[in-house]
C-alpha cells in the first residue's frame, strides 16, 4: 500500500492507494468534505480498480480539490510498474457527454483538456503533473457538466488501469522509461 500524506497552511490530505486484488471488489471511502469531489474519486478508484482510501480538509474548496489531486498523483506515480503498458486510451459515454482520455504513465507530465468546470480541469492538470503523466482529455459532446467530468474521470479511470499492466518488459527504446 501506498500512503502520501500532504499538509500546507491551507490543507491537510491523506491518501492510501494500492491495485485492488479483486478489481470486481474495489475499496474506496473518500471523505473530503466536498460531495462531488468524493463522488469523483470513488469513481476514479471503481474504474481504476484501485483500493483507495483518501481524507482531506481544507480552507477552501480550490485549495481543497488541487492539494488532493496532488496528493492522488504523487501516489499514482509511485504505483508505475518498470513494466508497466504505459499507454492506454478510452472514450466514455454518459448520457449526452462523450469523452476521451489518452494517457502515458512514462514519467513525462503534460495535460492538455478543457473540461466545463474550472476546478476539475485544474484537477486533472495537478494530478497529470504530480502523476508524472501525460493526460490528453477531449470532450466529444455534451451540455450537462456534471456528465461530462463524471466521463472524464471514469475514461482517466479505465486508462489508468490498462496503463498501469505490468507488462513485463520496458515500453521504450531506450531501455529505459523517464
Not at 71 to 89: I, K, T
Not at 95 to 120: I, M, T, W
Request: charged share 20%.
Amino acid at each position: 500500500m501506498t500512503i502520501i500524506t500532504r499538509e500546507t497552511k491551507e490543507t491537510r490530505i491523506q491518501v492510501q492507494i494500492e491495485r485492488a486484488r479483486d478489481p470486481g471488489a474495489v475499496e474506496a471511502s473518500v471523505v473530503t468534505g466536498e460531495p462531488f469531489l468524493d463522488h469523483m474519486l470513488t469513481t476514479l478508484a471503481h474504474y481504476a480498480a484501485f483500493d483507495l482510501h483518501v481524507t482531506a480538509a481544507g480552507d477552501l474548496r480550490h485549495h481543497l480539490i488541487e492539494d488532493t489531486a496532488i496528493a492522488l498523483g504523487q501516489a499514482v506515480a509511485l504505483l508505475v510498474p518498470s513494466g508497466a503498458a504505459r499507454y492506454a486510451d478510452r472514450t466514455i459515454p454518459m448520457d449526452d457527454a462523450l469523452v476521451q482520455v489518452a494517457l502515458d504513465v512514462g514519467g513525462r507530465p503534460y495535460y492538455r483538456g478543457k473540461l466545463p468546470s474550472p476546478l476539475y480541469n485544474h484537477w486533472m492538470r495537478s494530478f497529470a503533473t504530480n502523476a508524472r503523466a501525460t493526460l490528453h482529455l477531449r470532450v466529444l459532446r455534451g451540455h450537462d457538466r456534471h456528465h461530462i467530468v463524471e466521463a472524464g474521470f471514469k475514461a482517466l479511470g479505465f486508462s489508468l488501469r490498462d496503463a498501469l499492466v505490468d507488462t513485463g518488459a520496458v515500453m521504450s527504446i531506450k531501455g529505459t522509461v523517464q
